[in-house]
């Protein structure tokens, strides 16, 4: 799997998200739960990863949709 997005933004990581499943692009959202260990006060960042077969993918559509701003380096 590979990073795409790294944020403390839920919104932005719930808006992505969507737009991955609708286009069927497999993905996960890794460090969702760590508002356990932080004390749900926001400072540890979500990731968002894409399977590997489909990361050149999920990258074109981002960037269309108006999200390239919030991609990792990568290309």
Not at 9 to 23: K, N, Q, R, T, W
């Amino acid at each position: 799997m590979q990073e795409l997005v790294r944020t403390n933004d839920l919104v932005l990581i719930g808006a992505i998200a969507a737009l991955l499943e609708s286009a069927d692009i497999g993905h996960m959202v890794a460090d969702q739960h760590m508002s356990v260990m932080e004390g749900t006060i926001g400072i540890l960042p979500r990731r968002l990863l894409v399977v590997d077969d489909d990361a050149a993918r999920a990258r074109r559509l981002l960037k269309e949709a108006g999200f390239g701003a919030a991609l990792r380096d990568g290309d």
